[in-house]
């Protein structure tokens, strides 16, 4: 059985397509627990779901794969190969095909729910936010005319809308505000009214845009920029609302057709000229950059993607390396036999990544430096307030009993009754430290000092195992609330009825 996590799965992390993970720092290669070996390229960036990793093939197969085994869960054959990098949502992936179909498979089982027919190959990768799937056509060659960015109903793939343009979207479309953005290779970046299909504004490059955009929030300007690559040699950032220019920065004519990452004040792009560049994101100077060539022309690098403080790249030399985001100091590199192209995801100690050329996908085990055993939940319950504040903006986690309550009503809407939609481990477990965090900074007590997952000395109160309460809630429903657990360790802690 396929648990779907309870933050959707897609290309470049999220829908803003920021390429931001919010994972534990991979300051350290462990090894590569598997190698999954497919009959064609792999251009598809991984997405990893539940117990799945999903992707797929210029071998004409999409494939979901065990996590933990790296086998075959379920392989499904496509009428041409694809480029496109799924989108895993609640218990569906979707993904577009050159056949010019765009897919919606059933997680567990891998039967196809529904396809739509774009007419033209789809190499773009799917966006799905407020139960709409975004997704463009066409550009997925050179010279090739015509193509539509399309906004599909998540359920049945009707149409709601599209978009056309001269050159087609071999980008996909990140979603932000309201606002769809996509680049085309007319050399436009097109901004969408989400909702109606409207075009807000378009943005002229001197070049094809092919790389994908991320959206971030600019540190000083208090407003959503827009960062995305063209054939003109530019990366451009671009304000989210009007579409101005804010800034560009030159690169001596690369060709940018990767896809950038944004985090903590700087953007990171690769280019084909062999330069991996990081640049402050409010003004696009340049912090530090790493070059690797041949003896006769420069390597490319792949879409980089961002976890806690760690860039992660791959590049036409075979290499997939680790850095310092903020100083470029490398930490560590995987070689891989040859090129890796794909873009990266992260899921706890674990990096997934496709090489391209050698036809493989690997899932490589990281880990952080040893911390102190006790400081271990309180961090994670850190790292489970940063992933709510992507999956549910609304809500205000900030370790009071009230937010404990606003988790209830959401896990009451999205999970309840059990059974209905499941919640994987990952969630339960950060669930079970936010609320482990909330008892140690609201009522006293400390985490246990060897490091298992328990609070110590709350009041009168010699143990808490707020862990295995989430995992209960999650399993039982509202008879094992989280709000009358804290009420009664509140009352046996201080006395006082809450």
Not at 51 to 70: M, N, Q, T
Not at 144 to 149: I, K, T, V
Request: charge should be neutral.
């Amino acid at each position: 059985m396929a648990d779907a996590s309870a933050v959707p799965a897609m290309f470049r992390a999220n829908t803003a397509r920021d390429g931001t993970y919010r994972a534990p720092n991979p300051l350290r290669l462990v090894g590569a627990r598997w190698a999954f070996e497919t009959h064609g390229t792999v251009f598809s960036a991984p997405a990893v779901a539940g117990d799945l990793v999903c992707f797929g093939g210029r071998d004409r197969h999409v494939y979901a794969i065990d996590f933990a085994a790296g086998r075959v869960r379920w392989r499904r054959t496509l009428p041409h190969g694809t480029s496109s990098s799924p989108a895993v949502v609640a218990d569906t992936v979707y993904i577009g095909g050159e056949d010019g179909g765009c897919y919606a498979f059933d997680l567990a089982t891998g039967d196809v729910r529904w396809r739509f027919e774009a007419g033209l190959p789809i190499a773009s990768s799917p966006a799905v936010a407020d139960d709409v799937v975004y997704v463009g056509s066409g550009g997925a060659r050179p010279g090739q005319r015509g193509g539509c960015l399309y906004a599909l109903a998540r359920a049945t793939g009707h149409e709601r809308w599209r978009v056309r343009a001269s050159g087609g979207f071999y980008s996909s479309p990140a979603v932000a505000r309201g606002v769809v953005v996509c680049g085309s290779r007319d050399g436009r970046v097109y901004a969408v009214d989400a909702a109606s299909g409207q075009v807000r504004w378009t943005f002229a490059t001197g070049g094809e845009v092919l790389s994908t955009p991320a959206i971030g929030v600019s540190p000083t300007r208090d407003t959503e920029v827009v960062y995305i690559g063209s054939n003109d040699g530019r990366l451009y950032a671009l304000a989210l609302a009007t579409g101005e220019r804010l800034w560009a920065c030159e690169t001596a004519r690369a060709l940018l057709d990767a896809s950038p990452a944004v985090a903590a004040g700087v953007v990171a792009l690769g280019g084909k000229d062999g330069v991996l560049r990081v640049l402050d994101a409010d003004t696009g100077a340049e912090r530090w950059r790493v070059r690797r060539t041949t003896e006769t022309e420069p390597h490319t690098f792949s879409a980089p993607t961002v976890a806690g403080d760690v860039l992660l790249a791959g590049c036409s030399d075979g290499t997939f390396t680790a850095w310092a985001l903020q100083t470029g100091r490398q930490l560590w590199a995987f070689t891989a036999p040859t090129s890796v192209w794909t873009s990266a995801c992260v899921v706890g100690n674990a990096v997934c990544v496709g090489s391209g050329s050698d036809c493989r996908v690997y899932l490589l085990s990281t880990a952080e430096p040893d911390r102190p055993r006790p400081a271990r939940c309180a961090w994670d319950a850190a790292t489970f307030v940063a992933l709510m504040r992507d999956l549910a903006p609304a809500l205000a986690l900030d370790y009071s009993a009230d937010s404990v309550a606003a988790l209830e009503r959401f896990i009451g809407e999205r999970f309840d009754p059990p059974g209905a939609r499941s919640a994987d481990d990952r969630f339960a477990y950060g669930l079970g430290c936010y609320l482990g965090e909330v008892i140690v900074r609201t009522l006293g007590g400390t985490w246990d000092p060897a490091g298992e997952p328990c609070v110590r000395n709350v009041g009168g109160i010699e143990t808490l195992f707020p862990l295995d309460r989430a995992r209960r809630r999650l399993a039982e429903g509202p008879e094992a609330s989280l709000v009358a657990f804290l009420a009664a360790v509140t009352r046996y802690a201080t006395g006082k009825p809450r």
